[in-house]
């Protein structure tokens, strides 16, 4: 869908039984297969702030004859497929491993292989449903390095976490790299660059036939936060993925394999970041599962007053149950325990079906 045209936001969002009732009765439709539901369409014509915008019940406009809308809805609407073998009917966490000695989340502990095994060992113990290793550094400012340094850092790691029956991804926007990764044993492709880094990474994709998550970033990791400037944040956004999952298409990866990323915290200010969370309800038009890595980034701490990242564990997860509350199929984040443990909570409290309690088997009375 080009800048300027009619963009879908769906609002009004339900949980568990209010979920279910209104689903019975055709007032709400759902948010793909997340357990979410929704009564409204922000409809939006051209951009947030001048464009004309119009509130419509979701029902109402399900019945609509005009093609382009029902087809929107129900790209919005429609289940999203299993993802290197992971339902997405349930929210999905990804632990990240940085095997770079200048990661701005974590100092580089995780630099060498065997610090970073055992770390990807740990986060899929906690609750990681897939470990994303990455061999570049991509925080602000940072430096490139070179292919055959990037692939020294992670192809053992790789290899020996896929061995342990681990889901792995590899974070690479090289196709070197990515093919040596999946050659090791990863099921995931995570390009910051949504395959425009390397003219070959595409087809290493097509060829693999494996997932992809296209993200997306302005400019290049060191330069990015110079300043970023958008016509609208969420427009733009929205419509360079859209642009990148057709390029996808056309280079042959299946739709059904490709992810979606707003990319927040790469080339946008902490205000443009706050609003792409805001607004995640209208990536679901892109039809394809949306990833979501707010983890530690800098606009939590902007929020909060927590200068050292690695202390930003408790926003990460208000970010984390921010996105899943708008519907989003997978996480990126450092602090996996967490995450999960907050997320089981929200989830048994908002009534989605898992009606377990484990409290008597640790020996709580209260």
Not at 46 to 63: C, F, I, P, T, W
Not at 247 to 276: C, M, W
């Amino acid at each position: 869908m080009p800048a300027g045209d009619t963009y879908l936001r769906p609002v009004g969002l339900l949980y568990g039984d209010a979920a279910r009732l209104a689903a019975t009765d055709k007032s709400a439709l759902p948010l793909t297969n997340s357990g979410v539901s929704f009564t409204h369409f922000d409809i939006i014509s051209g951009s947030r702030e001048s464009g004309a915008r119009q509130l419509v019940a979701a029902g109402d406009l399900a019945k609509s004859s005009d093609q382009l809308v029902r087809q929107l809805i129900g790209r919005i609407t429609m289940p999203r497929g299993d993802l290197a073998g992971l339902s997405l009917a349930r929210h999905r966490l990804m632990g990240i491993v940085n095997v770079t000695p200048d990661s701005f989340s974590d100092g580089g502990r995780f630099a060498s292989g065997k610090n970073a095994i055992r770390q990807g060992r740990l986060l899929a113990a906690e609750g990681a449903d897939i470990v994303d290793i990455g061999g570049e550094s991509t925080r602000p400012g940072a430096e490139i390095v070179s292919e055959q340094e990037e692939h020294d850092r992670v192809n053992h790691v790789v290899e020996t976490l896929s061995d342990e029956n681990i889901c792995v991804s590899v974070d690479s926007r090289r196709a070197g790299v990515m093919r040596a990764a999946l050659d090791a044993g990863a099921r995931i492709i995570n390009d910051i660059s949504a395959l425009e880094f390397d003219s070959k990474s595409a087809s290493v994709v097509a060829e693999a036939g494996c997932p992809v998550v296209l993200m997306h970033v302005k400019g290049e990791p060191r330069t990015m936060q110079d300043n970023p400037q958008y016509d609208d944040v969420v427009m733009d956004v929205y419509d360079y993925l859209e642009k990148r999952i057709e390029a996808a298409v056309t280079a042959g990866i299946d739709r059904s394999k490709i992810v979606a990323d707003p990319g927040i915290g790469f080339g946008k200010t902490f205000a443009q970041n706050l609003e792409l969370l805001e607004y995640l309800t209208l990536f679901h038009m892109l039809g394809v599962p949306i990833l979501v890595g707010a983890s530690r980034k800098g606009f939590i701490g902007a929020v909060t007053g927590v200068s050292d990242a690695s202390k930003r564990a408790a926003g990460s997860v208000g970010a984390a149950l921010a996105s899943v509350m708008q519907g989003v199929q997978i996480l990126r984040v450092h602090d996996v325990a967490e995450t999960d443990q907050a997320l089981k909570v929200w989830r048994r409290a908002s009534g989605f079906g898992d009606k377990s309690v484990v409290g008597e088997s640790i020996g709580d009375t209260v």
